[in-house]
């Protein structure tokens, strides 16, 4: 593609709201990663319409980065477009009841919504760190909890619409971190979840609680991407890797964490390089010892470093 072209008619579409050759060491919670081509935060539903209609014309590939969670960009970086949705944060009680939340919306927020509003049914993503579209895009979950329980409707924006399209649940394929049936480049812009009514204090005790758990069983000392691997079927990554003796194994500035063996953590200086490199250890090595095959949570997106 053309550098110039894309910068030139990104900035007459968006104007400051790109910046060209922006690091994603400073875009994702690994805190490594190579430059994008263009970071956009669009403004609202009619600037993201035009500029995935945009990209869908010139061919340009995107990705929702979000708040960068559950995201590892290679050290070379990345081709085309990065788009963070942090503009849209409207969250709201309806009735029902049910609770409305735009994708760039945090958990702690959700979560603060709900307590504060006595509502129950998802006290399960306390803790899990990110976004409302990251969230819904890989049906995030804890334990038998899933957004896939939970979701009432999903809200899309799909390249070259003018508007975004409503989606029942019903009408997605939700699966074990993994959200399907959308168009292609199609960016989530919003859900609507189900709730209980409940009462504020009982809300707070279960939050409380999954806190409690999460600050005793994972590592929240050091830049990570959450869990790296998915749970294999009636296993855990974490106790499989674990097992084959790689806790607190390192490369370079990253560490398969002592606290929980299915998180990587930056230690400092760490490279995207680092990081996929304990990746492959803890895959080759778990397949040949106990004979599973691993697969990643976490995204990887972008070019090797030349």
Same mark, same amino acid.
């Given at each position: 593609m053309s550098t110039s072209t894309l910068q030139r008619e990104l900035s007459e579409l968006l104007g400051e709201r790109v910046v060209f050759d922006a690091p994603m060491s400073r875009h994702t919670s690994l805190r490594v990663g190579g430059?994008?081509?263009?970071?956009?935060t669009p403004a609202d539903r009619?600037?993201?319409?035009?500029?995935? %209609?945009?990209?869908?014309?010139?061919?340009?590939?995107?990705?929702? %980065?979000?708040s960068g969670f559950n995201l590892l960009v290679r050290d070379g970086g990345l081709d085309g477009v990065a788009i963070k949705l942090s503009a849209f944060r409207a969250l709201e009680r309806r009735a029902g009841p049910r609770v409305a939340a735009e994708a760039g919306v945090s958990h702690a927020s959700l979560t603060g919504l709900c307590t504060k509003s006595g509502l129950a049914g998802l006290e399960f993503g306390a803790g899990i760190p990110g976004t409302i579209g990251g969230w819904v895009a890989?049906? %995030?979950?804890?334990g038998p909890r899933e957004v896939k329980d939970v979701v009432e409707s999903v809200e899309l924006q799909v390249p070259g619409e003018d508007a975004p399209r409503t989606l029942d649940a019903a009408d997605l394929d939700f699966r074990y971190r993994e959200l399907h049936g959308?168009?292609?480049?199609?960016?989530?812009?919003g859900a609507v979840f189900r709730v209980e009514q409940s009462t504020p204090e009982a809300v707070q005790a279960e939050v409380d609680a999954l806190l409690a758990q999460r600050a005793g069983s994972q590592p929240l000392d050091a830049p990570s991407c959450g869990?790296?691997?998915?749970n294999p079927p009636g296993d855990f990554a974490g106790r499989l890797i674990e097992t084959v003796g790689l806790k607190g194994t390192r490369v370079g500035g990253a560490e398969i964490s002592p606290t929980h063996a299915n998180f990587i953590v930056n230690r400092g200086g760490a490279t995207a390089a680092d990081v996929l490199g304990l990746i492959e250890t803890a895959r080759e090595r778990v397949a040949r010892e106990a004979g599973v095959e691993l697969e990643t949570e976490v995204r990887?997106?972008?070019?090797n470093e030349a």
């Open positions: 430059p994008v081509e263009a970071l956009v009619p600037a993201l319409a035009a500029l995935l %209609a945009l990209c869908k014309r010139r061919g340009w590939p995107h990705l929702v %980065a979000g890989m049906n %995030a979950g804890i959308t168009a292609p480049g199609s960016v989530i812009v869990s790296v691997f998915k990887i997106v972008g070019r």
